[in-house]
């Protein structure tokens, strides 16, 4: 069996990249993942609509049934810095992993995640609000 947590991340990691390239969204502000639900928050440059929401969902759905392999590589901070956002990783850390999600997304991470995407399954976004005067989205989802 597929551990649920690890299906949770990486669709977050989908998530977040379709935000980026929909809404040139950086990374996710803050986020809490859970085995049955999750959260996301994400700046945003409007308010979102239903049919935003919906493409979202569809777009995430999409890359998840592309069926892309999950890979990671290990790359010095000093070389990760060059390439990725590290404003998350703490002070003191000398190397990076960095997960690949086929050509669609690399992003620092050290969570657990599948090995393709197709493990994900059906991505369903249960609902959004809009907060802080309609700059960020929190995207609630589960899979």
Known sequence: ???????????????TA???????????????????KSKCDYAVPRGLTDEDVAAIESAVNEEIARDDPVN???????????????????????????????????TPCSGEHVEHTAQVGKFHIKSYQMKDDRTVVRIRFSV
């Open 18 to 36: 379709v935000m980026r390239q929909m809404f040139n969204s950086p990374r996710n502000l803050e986020m809490h993942l859970g085995e049955k």
């Open 72 to 106: 990671y590589e290990v790359l010095s901070f000093a070389a990760a810095k060059e390439m990725y956002d590290l404003w998350k990783v703490p002070p003191g850390i000398d190397t990076i992993r960095i997960v690949h999600i086929g050509d669609f997304d690399a």
């Open 1 to 15: 069996m597929i551990d649920p947590l690890a299906r949770m991340h990486t669709a977050e990691h989908i998530l």
